[in-house]
């Protein structure tokens, strides 16, 4: 099975609905934050190791206190995505914090702070 295949797409995308539905609905660890969210996920083509993205809404401990705490429920998580998906091999998953989101709104605010300091100027130009 080639990475970009229709196969390996599909498998991508239920492998992430179903971490979604595990840390959003089943799993009770305290330092996991209440607004986690699976990004995105990537499946090896051999099935056997999973990358999946986490947007965590909070500080920087808030992430890291959820890193932690979906590491040590990676157990958990991989045997009810045995039982979730049938897959010939249920893939060791790796939690990586997505940064992506923080980052477009940290960008956001700067072309804000930008425009705001560039609209003073332009309106003496004008006169």
Do not use: H
């Not at 595990?22 to 190791?49: F, H, N, W, Y």
């Not at 401990?61 to 897959?87: C, F, P």
């Not at 425009?115 to 006169?127: A, F, L, Y």
Request: glycine fraction near 6%; charge should be neutral.
């Amino acid at each position: 099975m080639r990475k970009n295949s229709v196969k390996n797409t599909r498998i991508n995308g239920e492998v992430q609905k179903v971490l979604a539905e595990v840390i959003r609905g089943e799993i009770k660890d305290p330092r996991i934050a209440p607004m986690t969210s699976v990004v995105a996920v990537e499946v090896a083509p051999d099935l056997k190791t999973c990358k999946a993205w986490i947007s965590v809404l909070g500080d920087e401990t808030a992430q890291a206190d959820t890193l932690a705490g979906l590491k040590s429920a990676e157990g958990y998580i991989r045997s009810r995505l045995a039982r979730t998906i049938n897959l010939r091999n249920t893939p060791e998953i790796t939690f990586i914090m997505d940064q992506s989101i923080a980052y477009g709104v940290n960008m956001s605010r700067l072309i804000e702070e930008v425009n705001k300091n560039e609209k003073p100027s332009e309106e003496g130009e004008q006169k």
